[in-house]
């Protein structure tokens, strides 16, 4: 899973309106109500545990900071609720820093609210049959719906991400490069407790997770607030 920035609302275009501002400008950022911030949150982290509630029942692994947490619980027996929460507390400084207290603040919501929902779901939802393929596919889907969700209402699910960027600002490393290289790592040790094959079909839950991503979460069609 993903720790990236936020986004704000959709707009329309009419042959009313007035002429759109240059290319290099940014359009005006609407801002979110509560109301629709509180329904973004709970969204994202709805769908994100459903994902987890996916990847952990077929044994799967994913990136980023959600992926040490299902390492760690794998490797350790400890919960993935308890885990997820406590790796992301590091992080939450550099949030404030480089994006502000709102995002750092809906963040930790966020967390929270995945905890406390993969703890519980397990308890009402099953699986009787699940192919792997099928599982990484869906968990790919569901897990990036709901990314989306939280970055267009301001908030992440903390971690890698984060770190990411503060090293862009402060080196000039692209953030791209320190989160693959970070999952990369974290793949390689995922053989050291997975067996090839499940490995494999993580990756490809991975990686559609990251298609979502990169083909509906653009500043063009939704603007940042």
């Avoid at 099928?134 to 890698?160: C, I, K």
Wanted: charged letters at 10%; proline letters at 6%; a positive charge.
């Amino acid at each position: 899973m993903h720790g990236l920035d936020a986004g704000g609302r959709l707009g329309h275009r009419s042959g009313m309106t007035a002429p759109p501002p240059p290319a290099s400008a940014d359009p005006p950022a609407p801002r979110h109500s509560l109301i629709e911030d509180a329904q973004g949150l709970l969204y994202g982290a709805g769908m994100a545990a459903f994902g987890i509630v996916i990847l952990t029942h077929l044994g799967m692994i994913t990136g980023q900071t959600a992926g040490l947490a299902v390492l760690i619980s794998y490797a350790t027996g400890w919960g993935f609720a308890p885990v997820f929460f406590a790796v992301n507390l590091p992080f939450y400084w550099l949030g404030y820093r480089r994006m502000g207290l709102p995002f750092t603040v809906k963040t930790f919501i966020a967390v929270a609210m995945l905890s406390g929902m993969v703890a519980v779901l397990p308890r009402w939802l099953s699986f009787a049959e699940l192919n792997p393929w099928l599982g990484a596919v869906l968990f790919g889907f569901v897990t990036g719906s709901a990314l989306l969700a939280l970055f267009r209402h301001g908030a992440s699910l903390g971690g890698v991400g984060i770190v990411a960027l503060y090293l862009q600002d402060r080196t000039g490393f692209r953030a791209g490069w320190t989160q693959l290289i970070f999952d990369a790592c974290l793949f390689a040790a995922a053989l050291l407790i997975r067996d090839p094959v499940t490995v494999a079909w993580s990756a490809l839950g991975a990686l559609v997770v990251n298609l979502v991503i990169a083909l509906n979460h653009r500043r063009d069609w939704y603007v940042a607030t």
